[in-house]
């Protein structure tokens, strides 16, 4: 009897588990696959190296080959003559694999993927999680986090104070005026404003990033006896007049709206409401004798001669330097590459014989993933790393230590199934609504008015939509927002050069810049030299 009831007892819980088993599978049907099936063989070509791709012998070859550099991967421990650090604005780790593909394919790497050494750095602001370009600056250039959209002060400063920004004890000072302390010279160079969010992290101190001019300020309520804007803190501050260079956009910042006359497009272009013209101010500001230069256009640019120019400030449009693409589709020859910025900077910052900081951004990144225009943002990716080349190209990497990363992420994803070789701005598959779905889609921003037929409730048919060839094509988001947000996940830093292996690891954004000092033995904090 007992061993009846046993079996009874077990076909019971065989019939439940039956069961329970059966009403898993109402939602999992087994015949179903985790993964959309795909088709057996893409159409198109897949790589250069296709054909050896597809053998053992290929793969262990290329991982033996891969692993024999490691090994050869050697400390060095010289004192950085030179600091340059790269700030690809938005460039996220998605950014920066999009980015190959569209600049040679899937196993290419962008130039500065091959530094020896990678880290990630954590970017959250000291009050939000996900973090804008005005805090973030602070902490990889002065070594301090503060709150979201402040600058060159620490968090006891609050968003858009009109009083505690002048407060110079919660000021922060930044590496390039550390290297200025030193003896050596500093710069910047971006594609954006120069007196936007990151490169004014170099030299100014404020309360809201937008104070970029006297107006602005007085429309937050604040006064000019109050705050300092930050065009003002580029001409009279403390460390931007010693700057040895200075390039980027932004001269609406520095004429005024009244009477200003901007020297390419004429009155009418400027910001201000003090009647000054900062540009002119700032080429008097110098000491007598020191020759101070002011471009406008790429042709002076390329002109200038480093050895008749004690400080040179180029601004190439009323705001943001123009994108790439633009540049080269609409036919404006004279914007200057960032490549072409950077190589003229530091042709003026190495006549130093105790060499120089410098800062450079691309900027436009960003700004092309906030409009969910994914093709600016990658080409303007593309650029920085043609910049990053010919710098770690022009100097050794025996005393130039040259750091790369990232601000913050983007909202932005590469996604879905592509063949390999695939367009990368093309589509990656279909939908079960029958529509072919984007490779790159971002989780927020504008795309969504595009990308959603409002008055079906469905999405549209991207082969439809008469701009999606265009440059400026919007690419689909999931929700509407005025600007795509940023994203809060880490971003990675690659670094050659002297002490560059300190750079590897997961550590707070704002070591970045002490790593840096570091190696080039400059600042009051820990330094190589203390220990030769």
């Not at 006064?223 to 010693?242: C, F, K, M, N, W």
Request: proline share 5%; aromatic share 10%.
């Amino acid at each position: 009897m007992a061993m009846a009831h046993r079996w009874a007892l077990w076909c019971v819980v065989l019939v439940v588990f039956g069961l329970a088993h059966g009403s898993l599978n109402d939602d999992y049907d087994s015949d179903k696959r985790l993964h959309p099936r795909l088709p057996d063989e893409p159409k198109g070509p897949q790589s250069k190296n296709a054909e050896q791709e597809r053998t053992i012998e290929y793969w262990r070859n290329q991982a033996k080959a891969t692993v024999e550099q490691l090994l050869k991967k050697k400390e060095n421990t010289n004192t950085a003559k030179n600091v340059i650090m790269f700030l690809g604005d938005g460039m996220s780790i998605a950014t920066v694999a999009m980015a190959r593909v569209y600049a040679g394919g899937e196993e290419k790497p962008l130039f500065f993927e091959e530094f020896p050494y990678i880290g990630m750095s954590k970017t959250y602001c000291v009050n939000y999680q996900v973090a804008d370009s005005a805090c973030t600056a602070t902490a990889y250039l002065t070594g301090v986090k503060g709150n979201y959209e402040t600058i060159g002060v620490n968090a006891h400063v609050p968003v858009r104070d009109c009083h505690a920004g002048r407060n110079r004890s919660t000021h922060t000072s930044s590496i390039g005026q550390w290297a200025m302390d030193a003896g050596k010279d500093a710069g910047i160079v971006t594609t954006t404003r120069v007196t936007h969010a990151s490169p004014s992290g170099m030299y100014a101190h404020t309360a809201f990033r937008d104070w970029e001019d006297d107006y602005w300020v007085k429309q937050d309520g604040c006064t000019s006896e109050q705050v300092d804007d930050i065009a003002h803190q580029l001409v009279y501050g403390e460390t931007a007049p010693r700057l040895r260079v200075i390039l980027g956009g932004g001269r609406r910042e520095f004429l005024d709206r009244e009477t200003g006359v901007d020297p390419e497009y004429g009155p009418g272009r400027g910001f201000r409401s003090d009647g000054r013209n900062l540009i002119d101010e700032w080429l008097k500001n110098g000491p007598v004798g020191e020759n101070r230069t002011f471009v406008w256009k790429r042709s002076d640019l390329l002109a200038v001669d480093p050895h008749r120019t004690d400080r040179l400030l180029g601004m190439f449009e009323p705001s943001h330097c123009a994108y790439n693409l633009d540049t080269v589709h609409k036919n404006l020859p004279e914007e200057p590459s960032l490549a072409e910025m950077v190589d003229k900077a530091t042709d003026l910052l190495s006549l130093n014989p105790k060499g120089f900081f410098l800062f450079v951004e691309g900027g436009r990144i960003d700004h092309g993933h906030h409009d969910n225009e994914a093709k600016y943002a990658i080409d303007e990716t593309v650029q920085f790393a043609k910049a990053i080349e010919l710098a770690r190209k022009k100097f050794s990497e025996e005393d130039t230590l040259i750091v790369v990363t990232s601000d913050h992420s983007h909202s932005v994803s590469f996604a879905g199934y592509p063949n390999r070789g695939n367009d990368i701005f093309g589509t990656a598959g279909t939908g079960k609504d029958g529509l072919p779905y984007m490779t790159i889609s971002y989780a927020n921003g504008l795309g969504y008015n595009t990308h959603v037929d409002k008055v079906k409730g469905s999405r549209a048919d991207v082969r439809q939509l008469d701009n999606f060839n265009e440059d400026n094509f919007p690419f689909p988001a999931m929700l509407p927002v005025e600007l795509e947000t940023h994203g809060g996940e880490d971003v990675a830093v690659y670094a050659s050069g002297p002490w560059s292996h300190l750079f590897t690891g997961t550590y707070e954004q704002n070591i970045i810049p002490h790593a840096m000092a570091y190696a080039a033995c400059i600042g009051k904090g820990h330094q190589a030299c203390d220990k030769k």
